[in-house]
Every structure is written in structure tokens, then in C-alpha cells.
């Protein structure tokens, strides 16, 4: 075993969120105990651990949505050689970040009795909009695979290697039959970032955009598709505006397909 | 403040934003017993109105990556009562094995990653495994969680967020000898279930814990013939009765300031509590026949009011969860994989499962185009908090004399027991314990 004081020092911090992705480094049985030989566990609540910083390397799963997280992040960042972004809450904003397109005031009154008693900011956000950030792993939620390599590749002192492909290519790679020619499904796979092993597609669904925008995605060929596949606006509005639906080119493609009222 | 009925929003989770304030009065007496909940609100009731009845299931699993399949279920059961859709039996099958997977996911995970380090005196389950003696039964447990996680991998494609399971029924189904292997690892971990029930009797067991006991209301679901998991009535132990579907006329919530997370009541009854304790007090003889065997060599039975032996009645349904699997892996056979049908109707319904950590409540209104006009959901944790105070007033006048650091983490273990979320009820907890001198 190396000495304690040489392990790098790695740290786990949870932001607004629902701790889906800091659930992978406790699904970790079979490496946790190896793990725990060649690096300190400094930071993670969920797990017990609450040493103070400086860290190595920090992971950051949620996203920014009150004055608090936004405190808390900036000391992250001051405290962190290395601050890596995972999952869709961290890196986009997350599922909640759904309410960022309607008034703060009406969501609090919707759930809320005493809307006065809530405080937050009206929107929820990535963190990168708050501090910077060296890495970002997608996914909703990220994949334990993901974590893995990037911690080794740290530990090794190599650039860790972050696809940029798309979705699409993992579904031949797997040699899936293709949903969107087979059966007419506006499979999102065409535009979404890989690393989920084409999961959704292997499983007769369609992909919905977890990992969120590859690099370039062709957004106009994909609504094109969606109209001749027979969606209407407002079903490729929401095709955009799901569970990513902070990143800017879905964001914005969102925005491009005005939903129309719907009767009751 | 008067009762009022509320939509509620999920934010009960609190990790790392929860504090727990206790003021203890100079002659001994509670000041003030409060557990104050800030996790920033995420206002999933809101958005989800207008969003269309598939989408629902979809997006509230990510209320909550340690519990997603509690969310998950209730809002199909719940939007697919609204809209008139029969399931088949092989569906209704799936989801239970679905869900007793999760359980022993979770199980394993808060007996010995979370609850057991208190009980023996270390900061973790990693230093845990530092003393040789504990070494084996620690990697026993790591072992039974992977397979709680291969499990929902073969039945829902990805171990934290469901993949195959839609409104109406599965996408995809795992093959007869995919659940054959796993049935063959659920056997060999019976023995594990029966040590472990040990283990946490014997905690549990010790002073000042199996002392303190508080008789509450105690509330699950219900069922005369199969032990409650994904269906069944609303039931408590005082002598509460009622269909699942109506859980928005019996648990009445409350805002109360310095919290984020309303807290919960049952109408014209007060404080309630849930969890696998509340659940195996009421529904004790449909466990399986070796949890109850196991029950009855551990010295446990019911009724029991003590909140620390949770962990115990956590065991007894890890071994349940585990002849439940085993069973259910039998009468599936080999799945088939079945179309889903059914269409758009106007309609408003409620569902209750039970998450491993209490019994998870969704439910709605839903127009003839399947768009949803108006979304509800009450996590475990939210029904928990006004009982956990009255824990504290219960218990701390009783351990008084101990030091400020003894005390504190006795607090703690009072959280812990209902394992609030495996996250909130870690050491995340901020402690401020005042003593007026």
C-alpha cells in the first residue's frame, strides 16, 4: 500500500439534484475496497466522509439553483485542483431545470402554501455558468464506467478520453436494427452525445436525448424527420425540452417549435 | 397553523442541506426538537403539468436516483388508473420483481454502508472493512447489493434509472435464463440474509436502544394475503383504513417555516411514521415463512414500537425480498414479450407503493389527449419529520446525562433509523445541540 499522504485526494459533493449520480461510486462493490487503497476518499457525505479540502480531484453532481448552492460551488472550486461536472444536473441543469421556462412566482405557488418562505433563484442552472470547470461527464444518470476511467486516467496523469460521438454509431456498433428506418420512431439517437452503450434503442424504445447534444448535431435534418415521421410542432417541442432540456442546442431547438394550445 | 391540504413537492430528500436543532432547557427539558430540511425546492409538481401521461413515469424516477423505482411505479399505477389501463399479470409480476430488487439493493446498503458503522463505532463502511473480523460479512454485503443492482439491470437495463419499463408495460423482458442465474445467486445469499438478521438483532439488542419506545401511528400499505410492495390499502395499526387511490383526502401536509419539506399527518390522527418496521408490525404474517422463522429465533415480534430495532425489521424483509425474488423468478418462467395497448381517456387517480424506506403516494388528473392538468406526490421522507421530532422530545430527556459528541450521534441514529434517503441519513447531518447552563 503507498503512503496515505500520497494518495490523490478525491472528494464527492452533491448540488441541487437527486443523488442518481453519486449513487455509481456506491455501485462500485467490487472495485470499492481496491479503490480505497490507492486513493483517500476526503469528501463524500453520502458515504460518511467530511474532510476538508484542498482535493484533488472533485466530482460535482446537481445542479445551481439557490443562493447556498451557488456559495458552496465557488468554495468547491477554490478548494479543487481538478472539477469535474456529472451528469445532466451539473453539467445542463438538470430535469428541474424545466421550471427555468416558467415564473419562479407561479411554480411557488403551485407547490407551495406559503410561497414566501421559499427561497431560490429562478432558474436552475449547469455549474460551469457559475465557476469553471475542467471535465464534463453526461448521462442522466452518469455512467459508472465513465467515473471509472476518468479516475484512472487522472491517477495516470493522461487526458481522460470524453466521446463526442453520437448515439447513433454505438447502435451499429451493437448492430441494432435502426428504429427510426424499421419503424418509423423519432429516435433521438441521431443527435444525442454517446456513452450509454445505445441502451434505450436495444430496447425497442427510442433514445430520448439523456447524454444530451453530440458534437454538430444536425437539428434541422432531425425536425425535418420528425414532420415527415408525422409529429407535430408541439411533440418535437417536447422532444427538446425533456430531460435535457438546458443545453443549448436543445434549448434553443425547442424554442424553434412553438407548441400549440391543446384542448381539453 | 391549521392542517391544510397541499400539493407537495419532493424536496423532503435534504442531503446535505438538512440540520437537526435541539435546544435542551436547563432543567433538562426539550426546548426545541426541530429537523429543519434545505434542499432547494425542485417544483416537479409544477412542471409536470402539461407534459404528456408517458412522460410522467419517465421523469419523476429522477426525483430520486435512490428510490427511482418507488417513483416510477406509483406514477405508472397512478396515470394508468386514470386512464382506465389494465396491465397483465406478467407486467404486474415484472414491476414486483423490479421492486424487490431495489429493495435488496437498498437494504444491504443502509444495514451495513449506513446504520451498522454507528453501531459499532466507525466513520464508514470502508473503515468498517479495515478490522479483519468484520472483512468478510462487509464484502458478503457489497456482494448482495451488486446482486440487488444485476438484478434491476436485467429487468430494467441500467441500475440506477429504469430503461424498459413504459405506461401499459415492458419494452423488453430478461430471458428465462437470465432470471435462472440470477435465481441461483438469490439462493446462495440466503445465508446471508439469516446472518445479517443476526447481526442486526444483536445491535440492536444493546443498551440504550432496545430501551427507548415510542407507540405511534404506524402506517403502511396492506394486504390480508401478499406482503405489500407495489399494491395494497392504506392501513395503520390505531385502526386506519382506506383504498391507496384516496391518499389525498387522509395525509394532510403542512408548511412549516425553517423547512423546505412540508410535514405530513394523518387526518383526525396526527403525526404518522413509515418504513419497514411500520410495514412488517402490519403485515407480519405474509413474510415469507423463513423471515418469520428467522423473526422467531432473533427474539423479534410484534407488535414493536422501538424505533432502533428498524434495522432488524430491515433484515427480516431483506430475507423476505430475497424468497420473494426467488418465487416471483418461478412463476414468471419465461416472459414474453406483450404489445402495449391502451388509450388516451380523461381521468384523475392516486397510487401508493412502498419505497423501501416508506410508502410513496402519486397521482393526478389527466385530460382526454393525455396531457396532465394537475400532478401530486408525497415522498417517504416528508411523512417521517413531524414523527422524528416527537422522537427526539421522546428519547433525549432519556439520554441527557450522555456528552454533547454521544448524544449528537444518537441523534443521528434516530434519522438514520428511518433512512430517510441513504444520502440524507448519512453524516451529511449538520448537529447543533444547545445546553442552557
Known amino acids: 500500500m503507498t503512503d496515505r499522504a500520497e494518495k490523490p485526494r478525491l472528494a464527492v459533493f452533491k448540488f441541487t439534484s437527486c443523488s442518481g449520480c453519486q449513487l455509481p461510486f456506491l455501485n462500485m462493490e467490487t472495485e470499492i475496497l481496491d479503490l480505497a487503497e490507492s486513493i483517500e476518499v476526503a469528501y463524500f457525505a453520502m458515504a460518511g466522509a467530511s474532510q476538508p479540502g484542498p482535493y484533488d480531484l472533485a466530482f460535482v453532481e446537481g445542479g445551481i439553483s439557490c443562493q447556498e448552492d451557488a456559495r458552496r460551488i465557488r468554495k468547491v472550486r477554490e478548494e479543487s485542483r481538478i472539477l469535474v461536472a456529472i451528469g445532466n444536473c451539473a453539467v445542463y441543469g438538470g430535469p428541474q431545470a424545466l421550471r427555468n421556462f416558467l415564473p419562479l412566482e407561479e411554480l411557488k405557488r403551485a407547490v407551495y402554501p406559503q410561497p414566501e418562505l421559499i427561497h431560490c433563484f429562478p432558474t436552475c442552472q449547469g455549474i460551469a455558468d457559475y465557476v469553471s470547470v475542467d471535465g464534463f461527464l453526461n448521462g442522466c444518470p452518469v455512467d459508472h464506467g465513465h467515473l471509472q476511467d476518468y479516475i484512472v486516467s487522472v491517477m495516470l496523469g493522461k487526458a481522460p478520453e470524453v466521446s463526442t460521438r453520437s448515439v447513433c454509431l454505438e447502435c451499429k456498433m451493437k448492430e441494432n436494427v435502426c428504429l427510426i428506418v424499421a419503424e418509423g420512431v423519432a429516435c433521438m439517437g441521431v443527435l444525442t452525445g454517446s456513452g450509454c452503450g445505445a441502451l434505450c434503442p436495444s430496447f425497442d424504445r427510442g433514445c430520448y436525448g439523456c447524454f444530451g447534444p453530440s458534437a454538430d448535431p444536425n437539428l434541422k435534418s432531425f425536425a425535418n424527420l420528425c414532420r415527415e415521421l408525422g409529429l407535430t410542432e408541439e411533440e418535437i417541442h417536447r422532444k427538446f425540452r425533456y430531460i435535457v432540456n438546458n443545453a443549448e442546442a436543445f434549448r434553443e431547438e425547442a424554442e424553434r417549435h412553438v407548441p400549440q394550445p391543446v384542448e381539453s | 397553523m391549521s392542517d391544510r391540504r397541499l400539493y407537495v413537492d419532493y424536496l423532503a430528500r435534504m442531503e446535505g442541506d438538512g440540520a437537526m436543532d435541539i435546544v435542551i432547557g436547563e432543567n433538562g427539558e426539550i426546548k426545541k426538537a426541530a429537523w429543519e430540511v434545505w434542499e432547494p425546492p425542485r417544483f416537479f409538481?409544477?412542471?409536470?403539468?402539461?407534459?404528456?401521461?408517458?412522460?410522467?413515469?419517465?421523469?419523476?424516477?429522477?426525483?430520486?436516483?435512490?428510490?427511482?423505482?418507488?417513483?416510477?411505479?406509483?406514477?405508472?399505477?397512478?396515470?394508468?388508473?386514470?386512464?382506465?389501463?389494465?396491465?397483465?399479470?406478467?407486467?404486474?409480476?415484472?414491476?414486483?420483481?423490479?421492486?424487490?430488487?431495489?429493495?435488496?439493493?437498498?437494504?444491504?446498503?443502509?444495514?451495513?454502508?449506513?446504520?451498522?458503522?454507528?453501531?459499532?463505532?466507525?466513520?464508514?463502511?470502508?473503515?468498517?472493512?479495515?478490522?479483519?473480523?468484520?472483512?468478510?460479512?462487509?464484502?458478503?454485503?457489497?456482494?448482495?447489493?451488486?446482486?440487488?443492482?444485476?438484478?434491476?439491470?436485467?429487468?430494467?437495463?441500467?441500475?440506477?434509472?429504469?430503461?424498459?419499463?413504459?405506461?401499459?408495460?415492458?419494452?423488453?423482458?430478461?430471458?428465462?435464463?437470465?432470471?435462472?442465474?440470477?435465481?441461483?445467486?438469490?439462493?446462495?445469499?440466503?445465508?446471508?440474509?439469516?446472518?445479517?438478521?443476526?447481526?442486526?438483532?444483536?445491535?440492536?439488542?444493546?443498551?440504550?436502544?432496545?430501551?427507548?419506545?415510542?407507540?405511534?401511528?404506524?402506517?403502511?400499505?396492506?394486504?390480508?394475503?401478499?406482503?405489500?410492495?407495489?399494491?395494497?390499502?392504506?392501513?395503520?395499526?390505531?385502526?386506519?383504513?382506506?383504498?391507496?387511490?384516496?391518499?389525498?383526502?387522509?395525509?394532510?401536509?403542512?408548511?412549516?417555516?425553517?423547512?423546505?419539506?412540508?410535514?405530513?399527518?394523518?387526518?383526525?390522527?396526527?403525526?404518522?411514521?413509515?418504513?419497514?418496521?411500520?410495514?412488517?408490525?402490519?403485515?407480519?404474517?405474509?413474510?415469507?415463512?423463513?423471515?418469520?422463522?428467522?423473526?422467531?429465533?432473533?427474539?423479534?415480534?410484534?407488535?414493536?414500537?422501538?424505533?432502533?430495532?428498524?434495522?432488524?425489521?430491515?433484515?427480516?424483509?431483506?430475507?423476505?425480498?430475497?424468497?420473494?425474488?426467488?418465487?416471483?423468478?418461478?412463476?414468471?418462467?419465461?416472459?414474453?414479450?406483450?404489445?402495449?395497448?391502451?388509450?388516451?381517456?380523461?381521468?384523475?387517480?392516486?397510487?401508493?407503493?412502498?419505497?423501501?424506506?416508506?410508502?410513496?403516494?402519486?397521482?393526478?388528473?389527466?385530460?382526454?389527449?393525455?396531457?396532465?392538468?394537475?400532478?401530486?406526490?408525497?415522498?417517504?421522507?416528508?411523512?417521517?419529520?413531524?414523527?422524528?421530532?416527537?422522537?427526539?422530545?421522546?428519547?433525549?430527556?432519556?439520554l441527557v446525562n450522555l456528552p454533547d459528541d454521544d448524544l449528537k450521534l444518537k441523534c443521528e441514529m434516530m434519522i438514520?433509523?428511518?433512512d430517510p434517503c441513504q444520502s440524507c441519513a448519512t453524516h451529511s447531518i449538520k448537529v447543533n445541540l444547545h445546553r442552557e447552563k
Open chain 2, 416 to 418: 438514520r433509523n428511518y
Open chain 2, 45 to 398: 409538481e409544477a412542471f409536470l403539468i402539461g407534459r404528456k401521461v408517458e412522460e410522467a413515469p419517465e421523469l419523476v424516477q429522477r426525483i430520486c436516483g435512490i428510490c427511482p423505482h418507488a417513483h416510477h411505479i406509483s406514477s405508472l399505477r397512478a396515470m394508468e388508473r386514470a386512464m382506465g389501463v389494465k396491465v397483465s399479470e406478467q407486467t404486474r409480476l415484472l414491476r414486483e420483481l423490479m421492486h424487490y430488487s431495489d429493495w435488496i439493493m437498498s437494504h444491504a446498503l443502509h444495514i451495513y454502508c449506513l446504520a451498522a458503522p454507528d453501531f459499532v463505532g466507525y466513520e464508514s463502511v470502508v473503515a468498517m472493512a479495515g478490522n479483519p473480523d468484520l472483512l468478510p460479512i462487509v464484502g458478503k454485503a457489497l456482494g448482495a447489493k451488486r446482486l440487488g443492482n444485476d438484478m434491476i439491470v436485467a429487468i430494467c437495463g441500467h441500475e440506477i434509472q429504469n430503461r424498459t419499463s413504459v405506461l401499459g408495460g415492458y419494452t423488453a423482458v430478461p430471458s428465462k435464463a437470465t432470471l435462472q442465474a440470477l435465481k441461483d445467486r438469490l439462493k446462495a445469499s440466503k445465508e446471508f440474509g439469516y446472518e445479517t438478521a443476526k447481526l442486526a438483532a444483536q445491535l440492536a439488542n444493546a443498551e440504550p436502544y432496545k430501551s427507548l419506545e415510542r407507540k405511534a401511528e404506524y402506517v403502511s400499505l396492506y394486504d390480508p394475503k401478499r406482503y405489500p410492495i407495489n399494491e395494497g390499502k392504506l392501513y395503520s395499526n390505531d385502526g386506519f383504513e382506506a383504498p391507496d387511490e384516496e391518499y389525498p383526502i387522509w395525509i394532510l401536509e403542512k408548511h412549516v417555516p425553517n423547512c423546505n419539506c412540508k410535514h405530513a399527518t394523518l387526518k383526525g390522527k396526527g403525526n404518522l411514521v413509515v418504513g419497514p418496521l411500520m410495514r412488517v408490525n402490519n403485515n407480519f404474517g405474509t413474510l415469507s415463512a423463513d423471515a418469520r422463522k428467522i423473526a422467531a429465533e432473533v427474539g423479534f415480534s410484534v407488535p414493536c414500537f422501538k424505533p432502533f430495532m428498524s434495522i432488524v425489521a430491515r433484515a427480516l424483509e431483506l430475507v423476505h425480498a430475497i424468497d420473494s425474488a426467488i418465487e416471483l423468478i418461478d412463476v414468471l418462467g419465461e416472459p414474453k414479450l406483450e404489445p402495449i395497448k391502451y388509450e388516451y381517456k380523461a381521468g384523475e387517480s392516486y397510487a401508493v407503493t412502498e419505497a423501501a424506506r416508506g410508502i410513496c403516494c402519486h397521482g393526478g388528473r389527466v385530460d382526454k389527449n393525455g396531457v396532465i392538468q394537475k400532478y401530486d406526490l408525497i415522498a417517504p421522507t416528508a411523512r417521517n419529520i413531524a414523527s422524528l421530532e416527537d422522537d427526539f422530545r421522546a428519547f433525549v430527556p432519556k
